[in-house]
């Protein structure tokens, strides 16, 4: 039986948490250089359609220009600083397109899921616009991207674009009928805040086969704990707690130093 979830377990949130400026291409290469394999980033569109990394629907918390990212074209957020909010070091710093980020990610050797993320009223073309990008910015990679939102509108634009591409449904709280709505939009995955699960919800997530990614687990108990329930993917800011190697298995001869301090200490 293959797995659920073929892709890495421990992913950097919005490319490089909490040390970097968010969806950038610095990000981008910080999360490269701490091992990770994995990058979660946030895809918006611009105001002529191109699809950009953003998070917000306004330009002033992350970048040093103003009002809404719909306002503006691609061409024009790139002039923009992106990266000055969170340090002088990383001064001038631009908001990158989808492909120049796509184009670093795969010379790095970086499997990205892909959050779509529209601004209100833009879900349809935001869907199938990303989709549609991501279909070929991907062509002939190793590893397909993952792409995940919220918005049903928006996953089911995709779905329609580029239905080859898995989707994951995106869930701050976990509804009754989580099952039925994954299933009407063939996702491979439930991408879950962490606090909506428990163990019995993994459990039945699986059964009904799909994976389980958690978002944002940033305490090394939290995900030490998800990780023994089963969950598949874990997404964190905290990239040097929760590093790469986090879920993997400790190898023999560590565990058999562990277990001699664990009766040393007893």
């Not at 953003?54 to 061409?75: I, K, Y």
């Not at 562990?258 to 040393?264: A, D, E, F, N, S």
Request: glycine share 10%; charged share 20%; net charge positive.
């Amino acid at each position: 039986m293959p797995a659920l979830w073929p892709y890495p377990n421990v992913v950097a949130h919005r490319c490089g948490g909490t040390l970097a400026p968010e969806n950038t291409l610095a990000a981008i290469r910080t999360g490269a250089a701490l091992g990770f394999d994995g990058i979660e980033l946030d895809v918006m569109l611009a105001g002529d359609g191109v699809p950009v990394l953003m998070h917000d629907e306004t330009l002033e918390r992350t970048t040093s220009g103003r009002g809404r990212v719909t306002a503006h074209s691609a061409a024009q957020l790139a002039r923009l600083d992106a990266g000055v909010w969170k340090g002088r070091r990383w001064r001038g710093e631009p908001v990158p397109s989808l492909a120049q980020a796509v184009r670093l990610a795969r010379e790095l050797g970086l499997w990205t899921n892909v959050e779509i993320k529209p601004a209100k009223g833009y879900e349809r073309r935001t869907g199938e616009a990303v989709a549609g990008a991501a279909r070929a910015l991907w062509q002939g990679a190793p590893r397909m991207p993952v792409l995940s939102s919220f918005s049903p509108l928006a996953l089911g634009a995709a779905r329609e674009a580029a239905p080859e591409l898995p989707r994951g449904l995106l869930l701050q709280r976990v509804p009754p009928h989580w099952c039925e709505m994954a299933r009407d939009l063939e996702c491979v995955a439930l991408h879950c805040s962490h606090r909506a699960l428990t163990q019995a919800l993994v459990r039945a997530m699986h059964e009904a086969g799909f994976a389980v990614l958690a978002w944002t687990v940033n305490d090394p108990r939290a995900a030490r704990k998800l990780l023994g329930w089963g969950v598949d993917c874990i997404v964190t800011d905290a990239l040097k707690r929760i590093g790469p190697e986090f879920a993997r298995p400790a190898p023999p001869t560590a565990k058999r130093g562990l277990l001699q301090r664990l009766r040393r200490s007893g």
